[in-house]
């Protein structure tokens, strides 16, 4: 197939760079205006936070089912539809429990030497995060298989022919998966909001937790091809983590 044009709109890498454009245009602006307008009220910013994670959840849930519709992206290629899934399925539950097991051991030990003063989680507090777990977790799995998916399309059907690409589009689910974490990863750090978890005691711990995710679901997703065992991973430690073992920093900067 001939390489498609970089701004033509039923390119696969077309999308996923205005993707990140308007995910970064988006998150710089929200921080420049909180920057500029603090909140009159306590319920004004709980507001806020309750917005800010809608347009968040449609701007991860939707452009994927759009990009389907279309026909810029395949199933295949977001793993909802692998034709031997019953034989992945016995291939990746295996390394979904190992994984899942290494990230919940390592959590366990930062938690036990985790010195920072606090108080654990409310009842309440605890709860609301354990049923918002999931659906965080089901979110950020679907823009991870988006950028997968577009990358993987794009060096199967439409990169032009470059020596570099001929040896990536070799295997295009390999390294189109590495290559939308890669993307996934730009994303990340051109959020202001992204950068200044990782500078905060309490939350940063959640931000390097989601990097590991994002590195040990992308491997998974190169050996098995599947979304779903991703996102029971995902599911698995997230609700797990944020449900049973919160840190107590976190319960200050809730």
């Known amino acids: 197939m001939d390489a498609q044009p970089l701004l033509d709109p039923g390119s696969p890498l077309a999308w996923a760079l205005a993707s990140v454009l308007l995910a970064a245009a988006a998150t710089n602006g929200a921080w420049l205006l909180q920057r500029r307008r603090r909140p009159l009220l306590p319920s004004d910013a ?13 701007f991860y849930g939707l452009p994927p089912v759009l990009a389907w519709r279309l026909g810029v992206l395949s199933p295949y290629y977001m793993g909802v539809s692998e034709p031997q899934w019953l034989t992945m399925a016995a291939v990746g539950a295996p390394l979904v429990a190992v994984i899942a097991g290494v990230l919940l051991f390592g959590w366990l030990v930062y938690r036990h030497t985790e010195t920072a003063p606090g108080q654990p989680p409310s009842g309440v507090g605890r ?4 049923l918002r777990a ?43 998966s590495w290559l ?40 998974l997703f190169t050996l098995t091809r599947s979304f779903w065992l991703c996102l029971v991973c995902h599911l698995a430690v997230e609700t797990i983590i944020t449900g049973w073992l919160p840190l107590r920093a976190a319960a200050e900067q809730a």
């Open 127 to 130: 709860v609301l995060a354990t």
């Open 46 to 58: 709980q507001i806020g936070a309750a917005l800010g994670w809608l347009l968040k959840a449609l």
């Open 134 to 176: 999931p659906l965080d977790a089901l979110f950020q799995q679907w823009h991870w298989a988006f950028y997968r998916a577009l990358l993987i399309g794009w060096l199967a059907n439409g990169a032009p022919v470059t020596a570099l690409t001929t040896a990536l589009a070799a295997e295009p689910l390999y390294w189109g």
């Open 180 to 219: 939308g974490m890669a993307l996934a990863a730009l994303e990340f750090g051109l959020n202001p909001f992204a950068r200044n978890r990782l500078r905060t005691p309490g939350l940063q711990e959640a931000g390097l937790r989601t990097v590991a995710l994002a590195l040990a679901t992308a491997a």
